[in-house]
């Protein structure tokens, strides 16, 4: 199963406003381990950053004056999220001026069933507490130190590891061996399997195997 989690900086809170998105970032996931493969561009938002905004990323106008614009990204953005479900913290939020983006150029608009929201995965876990990503970092034990403002790329990385322990964590992990290892004792008669020796004999291990094999009665291997 494949997913990507997703997360963008905007220069604002509305789109509809006229506010853009100016950092996209996603991180590729396959039965929920993190394959080490990523996306992320900063964006020309064509327009200024107000104050607020720039407290948040301090992504500056004049920094991302000269980074490409969105329309000149969203090709190589819809490859890497062809056909995976995406994983996004408040996704309404993200999920609206990606969707603004893609209208603007005449593209397809995210379809909400592929989208899996982890703010309400939060909410439902744990109701009534804390739910922002910084908060679920704390309540995982999940080190977000070097989260000094908010970036797309490391708010991914971030959210990947929560989204785990959303949906399970370590023990969900557990479990799936657990199983794999019942199946192979099954089709091994109710014997449990050895794992595969993963380095060659030592010369005295196969010193001792002759000696064993000498003391045989005509072993069957060697008739």
Known sequence: MREIVLDTETTGLDPAAGHRIVEVACLELVNHIPTGRSYQRYINPERDIPTDALAVHGLTAE????????????????TFIDGASLVIHNAEFDVRFINAEFQRLAKPTLDGNRIVDTLLLARQKFPGS???????????????????????????????????????????????????RAVAVLETGGRTPRAPRSYAPTEQELVAHAALVAKLKDPIWLS
């Open 63 to 78: 920094f991302l004056s000269d980074k490409p614009r969105f329309a000149e990204i969203v090709e190589e953005l819809l």
């Open 130 to 180: 804390p739910a922002s990503l910084d908060a679920l970092c704390r309540r995982f034990g999940i080190d977000n130190s070097t989260r000094t403002k908010h970036g797309a790329l490391l708010d991914t990385e971030l959210l990947a590891d929560v989204y785990l322990e959303l949906i399970g964590g370590r023990q969900a992990g557990l479990e799936f061996l657990a199983a794999a």
